[in-house]
């Protein structure tokens, strides 16, 4: 047995364990920052156990490790800090798989080093109870995206808790979003542009956020949307812009390499608005520390989607919101012609 109190012996401890990849290894941790392959290079094959918790798991973090070929479970309220081989022994500490507690300047933490055969993994496993596996693919990716829409709920709700290891925006092109396991969802927005923010709506914002009204009208004047019915635009789900002329129905013409997520969704009674009163709002296009889905500036990827744009005419209506399987297929096969010539 050997004590570790300091983050370098820990990591290293912790790579030692998990470098034979001939091993059965398991990895049994409440959280995964957003990049867990600094610590852990070579997680094929391995089974890791974690907490799909808002703020603590990060879910760029589990999709580069089921990119890699880990197998991944989720174990809700799961606090334990296990890392586990058949060949390296096991270290056991408080430490999360995140820069947070493995990363310089990070947070204090203590482990222990058990040698081989030491640990009893199984008896271990059997105490986690009900976990969701990717054997359950449905379930599994219906709980990675609701990590998704969470995480960007808690970094909006908590900007001063932004992690340490938080990526920026997202260099990840279109292609290689559409080739992952586990890709994050986002939705095409159709919007009409107008100049100001119907007041009332701002207001019922306001109240429902408890703050100032100056300071929300302050923020919210350009991050937010209007248009003419309901449709299916979700709110905390990264959205793309497509923008109409200003209060005339119209093809879009205009594609903006922006993300944004909106927070909050109502409708105004203001008669200015009669044509658009459906109104969804945001204080910030994109919090810090929210996941996006890819680099929406990528040529190839603006340059396949205008196509689409003008391709589809008014029918792009019907492709608005959660972009579905059949938009995804229509965009990669422009894409990919881009790409190839």
Partial sequence: MEYLFEAEAIRQAIKKVMDDTTARRIAIVGFIGADPLKWIRQPRGMDIYCWPKPGGTDPRGIVKLLREGARVHFVMNLHAKVYYSSKGGTVLGSANWSDHALGEGGLTETAIWLPTGAFPIDEQLAKLGAAVS???????????????????????????????????????????????????????????????????????????????????????????????????????????????????????????????????????????????????????????????PFDCKEKNFLSALQTIVGLLGEKIDTFQGPVSDEFVDLLLKHYQSLRGA
Avoid at 159 to 167: C, L, S
Avoid at 216 to 227: F, G, M, T
Avoid at 252 to 270: E, H, L, V, Y
């Fill in 134 to 292: 990717m054997d359950d693919a449905e379930k599994f990716q219906a709980m990675l995206q609701k990590l998704y829409v969470d995480h960007n709920i808690f970094y909006r709700a908590n900007p001063g808790m932004v992690a340490i290891d938080n990526a920026a925006q997202s260099t990840c092109t279109f292609g290689e979003w559409a080739a992952q396991p586990g890709r994050q969802q986002w939705q095409l927005g159709l919007w009409y542009e107008a100049p100001d923010p119907p007041l009332d709506a701002v207001k019922e914002y306001a109240k429902l956020t408890s703050d100032d009204l100056g300071l929300v009208i302050e923020q919210v004047c350009s991050n937010y949307r209007a248009h003419s019915n309901p449709s299916n635009i979700l709110v905390n789900i990264p959205t793309l812009d497509c923008a109409f002329g200003a209060l005339e129905r119209q093809t879009p013409s205009k594609i903006r390499p922006i993300w944004w997520i909106p927070s909050f969704k109502t409708t105004t009674s203001n008669p200015k608005f009669s044509e658009m009163k459906h109104i969804w709002l945001a204080r910030e296009n994109v919090p810090s520390g929210s996941p996006i």
